[in-house]
């Protein structure tokens, strides 16, 4: 595997349910990102992390929750969604070092339906 | 308040010609600016970046400009294909940590 994947790709879950979105990076970097796109609105920021560290909640609702075990992984941890977050999840990441300004990279996203 | 806009949702070029994309922001703090290029069902890729000591960057079809007195930056495709056909977006960063999206463009390259 290359660069930045997602699984799943596809998911749909009911409000009561609980499940995890899984982010894994092959590129060696050491920030990584979660995203929410909705239709025809622009990228928004959820969690940044920094070296496993997070270093950004983007006031995003307890309803996630996130989690980075190490620089390779990031998780999204779902429960109790409503249906307005059915969403484009997407995952990046970038590495640090360097000067300012690294291009961040991004996985394919998880098409989410909350039903 | 969005930061960065592209004030155009869409734009229909004829293949072989060029394509113009724009943007414009508004915190003069932006130090980095990138475009991506997205199809659908999958995520964004990066495209061209630039940084706010030039005023231009060019990758083989792709130029990007930046006038920092206007705010803006454009993306020209020259010559457009039809493989090109994507929703293009322009970010903004400042330092390098976050970037900030604008709505995107959806470009349609005819053939």
């Known amino acids: 595997e290359t660069g930045v994947t997602q699984t799943p790709r596809h998911l749909v879950m009911g409000m009561t349910n609980k499940k995890s979105l899984k982010c894994e990076q092959h590129?060696?970097?050491?920030?990584m990102y979660w995203y929410k796109q909705s239709a025809k609105k622009p990228l928004e920021l959820m969690f940044v992390?920094?070296?496993?560290?997070?270093?950004e909640n983007n006031s995003v609702p307890s309803r996630f929750s996130p989690e980075c075990p190490n620089s390779s992984h990031l998780f999204l941890h779902l429960h109790t969604l409503q249906p307005e977050d059915s969403a484009l999840y997407l995952c990046?990441?970038?590495?640090?070092?360097?000067?300012?300004?690294?291009?961040?990279?991004f996985g394919p996203g998880t098409r989410l339906t909350v039903l | 308040d969005q930061q960065v806009k592209q004030n155009s949702p869409s734009l229909s070029v004829q293949e072989g010609r060029i394509s113009i994309l724009n943007c414009d922001y508004t915190n003069s703090m932006f130090d980095y600016f990138l475009w991506y290029k997205k199809y659908p069902a999958e995520g964004p890729t990066f495209l061209i970046s630039?940084?706010?000591?030039?005023d231009k960057n060019e990758d083989g079809r792709f130029t990007v400009f930046l006038n920092k007195s206007a705010k803006h930056l454009s993306l020209h495709i020259v010559p457009s294909q039809p493989g090109d056909s994507a929703v293009y977006f322009c970010a903004a960063s400042q330092y390098g940590n976050k970037l900030v999206f604008g709505a995107g463009t959806i470009l349609r390259v005819k053939s």
């Open positions: 990046a990441s970038r590495t640090t070092s360097g000067a300012w300004g690294d291009t961040q990279y």
């Open positions: 630039i940084s706010s000591i030039k």
């Open positions: 590129l060696g970097h050491n920030a």
């Open positions: 992390y920094n070296f496993k560290e997070q270093t």
